[in-house]
């Protein structure tokens, strides 16, 4: 079982679980401070199969349980120091949490 948001993995690399509910009541995210590796999973990501849109975005309505929360979301994920994100679909992101945060901000609900 994962520990609530805020936890840490006991495991090589040591992975910060960053709760971000909303594609799924349970969505997490997984931090790597010391590698700089943020995985999103399907709480960010840069491609959105449904509409086609490239580039940081949430997941569709569609497929989200809750659109409103999953925006909220990515507030725990912006302040979070890493250059690269690993998102579930779609291209890595070069870049600040808080850069694909703000353009998936401005791109909204699909």
């Given at each position: 079982?994962?520990?609530?948001?805020?936890?840490?993995?006991?495991?090589?690399?040591?992975?910060?679980?960053?709760?971000?509910?909303?594609?799924?009541?349970?969505?997490?995210?997984?931090?790597?401070?010391?590698?700089?590796?943020?995985?999103?999973?399907?709480?960010?990501?840069?491609?959105?199969?449904?509409?086609?849109?490239?580039?940081?975005?949430?997941?569709?309505?569609?497929?989200?349980?809750?659109?409103?929360?999953?925006?909220?979301?990515?507030?725990?994920?912006?302040?979070?120091?890493?250059?690269?994100?690993?998102?579930?679909?779609?291209?890595?992101?070069?870049?600040?949490?808080?850069?694909?945060?703000?353009?998936?901000?401005?791109?909204g609900t699909c």
């Open positions: 079982m994962l520990p609530a948001g805020g936890g840490t993995l006991d495991v090589p690399g040591r992975p910060q679980v960053v709760a971000t509910p909303g594609h799924t009541p349970g969505s997490v995210a997984f931090h790597l401070p010391a590698q700089g590796v943020l995985f999103t999973g399907d709480a960010l990501v840069t491609q959105e199969g449904i509409v086609g849109r490239t580039g940081p975005t949430i997941v569709s309505a569609a497929f989200t349980h809750s659109t409103e929360q999953a925006l909220a979301s990515l507030s725990a994920l912006a302040p979070l120091d890493a250059g690269l994100l690993l998102p579930g679909h779609g291209e890595p992101f070069t870049g600040a949490p808080d850069d694909a945060v703000r353009v998936a901000r401005l791109a």
